[in-house]
Nanobody
């Protein structure tokens, strides 16, 4: 029905940048909000950033000023621009979509993309 696919992860040195993308596919009429979570080894999954259909945003304190979330509604895509990356940003990053409207409403998760920051 609905699938979220992330891309853009990889290995980068501290201070570098990456841009993650997540595209939702399916017979989607509306998505209430999209966000990025991350989970580091041995740690709980945490919210990184979220953006609503009205373009309101919220960020974890640890990434404020460094990460920017945005969306392209025409492409059903959400982005996470990550600058000034730190080793503590290393994690699997998951895209989620909240209140996805097709024939009904549901929430979906992507498969995750690995971000590794060295140094």
């Amino acid at each position: 029905q609905v699938q979220l696919v992330e891309s853009g992860g990889g290995l980068v040195q501290a201070g570098g940048s990456l841009r993650l993308s997540c595209t939702a596919s399916g017979n989607i009429r509306r998505i209430n909000a999209m966000g990025w979570y991350r989970q580091a080894p041995g740690k709980q999954r945490e919210l990184v950033a979220v953006i609503t259909s009205g373009d309101s945003t919220k960020y974890a304190d640890s990434v404020k000023g460094r990460f920017t979330i945005s969306r392209d509604d025409a492409k059903n895509t959400v982005y996470l621009q990550m600058n000034s990356l730190k080793p503590e940003d290393t994690a699997v990053y998951y895209c989620n979509a909240i209140g996805v409207v097709t024939l009904y409403r549901a929430d979906y998760w992507g498969q995750g993309t690995q971000v590794t920051v060295s140094s």
